[in-house]
């Protein structure tokens, strides 16, 4: 399946882009979706954190992602 | 009341209190973020605020929900700004009004340090020499 990547703050800057397109097997949890972003972007290990967001909620690791749905990487925020 | 926005455009702090001014509420508290002049002894030029806009709003509306959940405050209006920013400029602003003003204190208090936690936006500081963006790394 093909999953759309939203990516922010220094998560954009490390994989070159704010979109990013992932061919992902059925069933891909969010903890094995770290794992490939980890292996294609091994600065991703250098942040103190990361989130990954499904449909604009934090998702826990074992949430499965679906060919629909609107994910983002989250870095440590820092607003305010 | 929720009042909750995310602009480009300057905040307005008096607009910001005339929402929250409400007959029922002896107590307006007010917090103001602004932009300083400095960090970790490195002299700040300017800061860029970047938001994932459409969860930032269900993240701040959340925090919202709680504080009228846990202090029953009446009004609570939380503006916060994106792009580029300078020195001395407002980034966020949050009022809150109750009743009384222990309540109105303790919500705006929990309101800014929660938003700081949970709510996806993110500043590159950029300083004389250099630029970095906040808390990203240990």
């Known amino acids: 399946m093909t999953i759309n990547i939203l990516a922010f703050g220094i998560v954009k800057e490390i994989a070159g882009s704010s979109r990013k397109v992932l061919e992902l097997e059925n069933g891909t949890t969010v903890a094995r979706l770290k794992n490939i972003l980890e292996t294609a972007y091994p600065k991703m290990k250098q942040l103190k954190s990361y989130m990954v967001a499904v449909n604009d909620e934090y998702a826990e690791d074992d949430l499965i992602v679906s060919p629909n749905d609107e994910v983002a990487i989250i870095p440590p925020v820092s607003g305010g | 009341m929720i009042d909750i926005k995310i602009t480009n455009e300057i905040l307005d702090a008096a607009a910001c209190i005339a929402k929250a001014t409400d007959a029922a509420c002896g107590g307006i508290a007010v917090f103001i973020g602004a932009v300083r ?102």
């Open chain 2, 37 to 138: 002049n400095q960090t970790k002894e490195k002299k700040v030029t300017r800061l860029e605020y970047e938001c994932y806009e459409s969860m930032a709003l269900k993240e701040m509306k959340k925090i919202a929900e709680e504080a009228i959940r846990l202090w029953s405050v009446n009004n609570i209006i939380i503006h916060h700004r994106t792009g580029i920013l300078h020195i001395g400029d407002t980034a966020v602003i949050i009022a809150v009004s109750s009743a009384h003003r222990d309540a109105a204190f303790d919500a705006c208090r929990y309101i800014i340090d929660t938003l700081k936690k949970t709510v996806p936006i993110w500043k590159k500081e950029i300083f004389e020499g250099g630029e970095e963006w906040i808390s990203a790394h240990a």
